[in-house]
């Protein structure tokens, strides 16, 4: 961003057209129509922003929807975050619902909730720690790591239950921790299976070892 760019700042109900801003913050319930591009978003409250959305930072508590795509650095909040084609950035730290119509890119991607999306999540190192039920196409990266999370701090975003799971049609990384996951295939160097697992197929390198409760199909080394 250059020196000349204004920062931006909505109170309350508001409307205006997107464009090129330094810092924005947002308190209450805001649209922005057309492409967004940003240093800093900071939103409390709930926004909508009808086209692609370009941060340096975000950091967020509430609701986010992006009516196309959203790239950054260092994304960030609490709550809903909505994309339609797609979220990459350097760390992804979310406590709630992250939905995209397209792949999750991060180095390091971070969620204590619940993740939708029929594409992949692709990351350095992939932390997800379900407070609800969760769906992906895959999930391929260096080190994954899923449980279900036993704490109650998101209850009133995603309520715990016996039913929180994770469901991808393939997991792979190098090392590979799963937890409450349905998958077709799981492929890695070191793969370990926790309790409450239903896995058609695994394929590891170096190690693999399954909880007793949980249910995994043919194993092979390669």
Same mark, same amino acid.
Not at 36 to 64: I, N
Not at 131 to 156: A, D, H
């Given at each position: 961003?250059?020196?000349?760019?204004?920062?931006?700042?909505?109170?309350?109900?508001?409307?205006?057209?997107?464009?090129?801003?330094?810092?924005?913050?947002?308190?209450?319930?805001?649209?922005?129509?057309?492409?967004?591009?940003?240093?800093?978003?900071?939103?409390?409250?709930?926004?909508?922003?009808?086209?692609?959305?370009?941060?340096?930072?975000?950091?967020?508590?509430?609701?986010?929807?992006?009516?196309?795509?959203?790239?950054?650095?260092?994304?960030?909040?609490?709550?809903?975050?909505?994309?339609?084609?797609?979220?990459?950035?350097?760390?992804?730290?979310?406590?709630?619902?992250?939905?995209?119509?397209? #792949?999750?890119?991060?180095?390091?991607l971070d969620i204590r909730g619940a993740v939708e999306t029929a594409s992949v999540v692709n990351a350095e190192r992939t932390t997800i720690r379900l407070y609800g039920p969760?769906? =992906?196409?895959?999930?391929?990266g260096g080190t994954i790591v899923v449980r279900r999370s036993r704490g109650l701090g998101l209850k009133s975003?995603?309520?715990?239950?016996?039913?929180?799971?994770?469901?991808?049609?393939?997991?792979?990384?190098?090392? =590979?921790?799963?937890?409450?996951?349905?998958?077709?295939? =799981?492929?890695?160097?070191?793969?370990?299976?926790?309790?409450?697992?239903?896995?058609?197929?695994?394929?590891?390198?170096?190690?693999?070892?399954?909880?007793?409760?949980?249910?995994?199909? #043919?194993?092979?080394?390669?």
């Amino acid at each position: 961003m250059n020196e000349h760019v204004q920062d931006l700042r909505l109170v309350g109900t508001s409307e205006m057209a997107g464009g090129i801003f330094g810092k924005i913050r947002i308190t209450g319930d805001a649209k922005l129509m057309g492409h967004v591009a940003c240093s800093q978003l900071s939103l409390t409250g709930t926004a909508k922003l009808q086209g692609d959305l370009k941060a340096g930072r975000l950091k967020f508590t509430g609701e986010l929807q992006v009516d196309g795509s959203l790239r950054g650095g260092i994304l960030g909040g609490m709550g809903e975050l909505r994309t339609v084609t797609g979220i990459r950035g350097e760390e992804i730290v979310l406590s709630g619902m992250l939905h995209s119509g397209g #792949p999750i890119e991060a180095e390091k991607l971070d969620i204590r909730g619940a993740v939708e999306t029929a594409s992949v999540v692709n990351a350095e190192r992939t932390t997800i720690r379900l407070y609800g039920p969760s769906q =992906v196409g895959e999930i391929v990266g260096g080190t994954i790591v899923v449980r279900r999370s036993r704490g109650l701090g998101l209850k009133s975003l995603v309520q715990p239950s016996v039913e929180t799971r994770l469901s991808a049609a393939l997991i792979e990384g190098d090392k =590979v921790y799963i937890e409450y996951t349905r998958a077709d295939l =799981v492929r890695g160097n070191t793969v370990k299976v926790g309790p409450g697992c239903e896995i058609g197929r695994i394929e590891y390198r170096q190690s693999f070892e399954a909880h007793a409760k949980s249910k995994t199909g #043919p194993a092979e080394r390669l």
